[in-house]
């Protein structure tokens, strides 16, 4: 559903005309109703993105795209992830390091920039593989489509409902369409995050490579 089709479903629960309920204010309870509605989670699976960036000769850190929000992994072509770790261990426990390496086995995260560790010495491609931030720029758009699964639009009408509902000060179904809003959430999340994948999983014995790897030790 595009904005508009949000604002006419609202209208029509409510039995109201835009001259008792403006765009603008719909608009804004249907802003409310998104974010509300997807701050239960930040790994939805529309968000699923893979950023390449470069690691300088200089060791100095990797500046994230604007989009970029978590990361799930950082590889390096073909090669297997490097280990995540608190940026502040990672600081204190490579102190000395003015040198730098060719080789990476950690990486942290501070202030939207990825840090490897050892700092780097060579310019490097990296993949980071995560789930980007949510976009607000349908909000106002007649023709926007709000940035998650269709699947949670009706729950957003029904909050946007609810909060209309407030505003005219009739706090029971105020309350029973919040209500059916948190039900609606409860079930739509559960489908929209169940595994993709629901056959068999190998387990112990690792996957098949006939690459070797120093332990402990990831080049990327």
């Known amino acids: 559903m595009n904005v508009q089709e949000l604002r006419d479903a609202v ?27 997807t701050a239960n989670e930040n790994r939805w699976p529309w968000l699923e993105t893979s950023w390449t960036v470069s690691a300088t000769a200089d060791g100095l850190p990797i500046d994230m795209p604007a989009t970029f929000g ?15 770790v608190n940026h502040s261990s990672a600081e204190a426990y490579y102190s000395d390091d003015t040198s730098g390496a060719d080789t990476a086995d950690l990486f942290s995260l501070w202030g939207n920039q990825l840090y490897l560790w050892p700092k780097s010495n060579s310019v490097k491609t990296v993949t980071v593989r995560g789930w980007r931030l949510l ?32 505003g ?34 190998q387990m112990g014995r690792g996957l098949r490579n006939n690459r070797s790897y120093n332990v402990g030790l990831v080049a990327l």
């Open 70 to 84: 978590v990361a799930a992994s950082v590889t390096g072509k073909g090669l297997q992830s490097v280990s995540h």
């Open 168 to 201: 005219q000060e009739d706090d029971q179904l105020s309350a029973f369409y919040l209500s059916t809003w948190q039900r609606m959430i409860s079930v739509t999340m559960t489908q929209i995050m169940r595994a993709e994948y629901q056959g068999p999983v």
């Open 11 to 37: 209208r029509l629960q409510l039995d109201l005309e835009v001259e008792d309920l403006s765009n603008a204010l719909i608009d804004l309870y249907l802003l409310e109703a998104f974010q509300q509605t």
């Open 135 to 166: 976009s607000e720029d349908w909000s106002g758009v007649a023709s926007g489509v709000p940035d998650c699964d269709s699947r949670l639009h009706p729950s957003m009408v029904h909050y946007a409902i609810s909060r209309a509902y407030a």
